[in-house]
């Protein structure tokens, strides 16, 4: 399949699991789980309910409209490590949850969640990442932890959150040598200085719509 669509499908969870569970050696391009944002029969996601998911193979994975998560969802990525492309929208994430080891996710976007920090050290652990989105997440307003480590990530997308941090833009990046795009537009407010030391192969930096504090 190019596309499987599953959303506002099941009655209930236990419904939801054994359901994904039949999935089982099925190969598909995308798979889109969860709720309408109007229509949310189904709105605590809990523990080991993509478990199912292991027997999947899939190149993107897409998980919509839940809004509550239970223990922080220490499950969440146990089955989509794998998976080259994870969108996660309109989530009540306050965490990323546990990194599996030698995950090959490539491009990660985290749409409207509920992050009030940047979760940059718990993101550092996918090292094949190339692409990361967070954006629309009105609750993340710091950014106080630091990327590190991820030498094939080439575009940051931070646009249209609620942040404000100084010391833009060396500092958050260690060890990130391939880093070309960073989007910090329609943010709140940025201290820019002329530090580009660990960012020497950025080519674009869009600051549009947010508010810039010179150094000092």
């Known amino acids: 399949l190019a596309e499987l669509a599953l959303r506002s499908t099941f009655e209930n969870f236990s419904v939801m699991q054994t359901s994904l569970q039949g999935l089982a050696g099925l190969q598909v391009s995308r798979l889109i789980v969860g709720e309408f944002s109007d229509n949310q029969r189904l709105q605590d996601f809990e523990r080991g309910l993509l478990s199912g998911l292991c027997q999947v193979r899939m190149e993107e994975f897409v998980l919509i409209c839940f809004r509550e998560f239970e223990d922080d969802t220490d499950t969440l990525f146990n089955c989509i490590g794998n998976v080259s492309t994870i969108r996660l929208v309109g989530l009540g994430l306050k965490e990323i949850s546990e990194v599996p080891v030698l995950s090959k996710v490539k491009q990660l976007e985290c749409k409207k969640c509920h992050f009030e920090d940047v979760p940059a050290v718990k993101l550092s652990l996918f090292k094949e990442l190339r692409v990361l989105r967070l954006t629309k997440?009105?609750?993340?307003?710091?950014?106080?932890?630091?990327?590190?480590?991820?030498?094939?990530?080439?575009?940051?997308?931070?646009?249209?959150?609620?942040?404000?941090?100084?010391?833009?833009?060396?500092?958050?990046?260690?060890?990130?040598?391939?880093?070309?795009?960073?989007?910090?537009?329609?943010?709140?407010n940025i201290r820019l200085t002329g530090d580009f030391a660990n960012v020497k192969n950025l080519l674009y930096l869009d600051l549009q719509h947010t508010t810039l504090v010179g150094p000092g």
């Open 137 to 188: 997440n009105k609750r993340l307003k710091t950014f106080k932890q630091k990327f590190e480590g991820l030498s094939n990530l080439e575009v940051i997308d931070l646009s249209e959150n609620s942040l404000t941090f100084s010391r833009c833009c060396s500092p958050q990046f260690q060890n990130c040598s391939n880093l070309k795009h960073l989007n910090l537009s329609f943010n709140s």
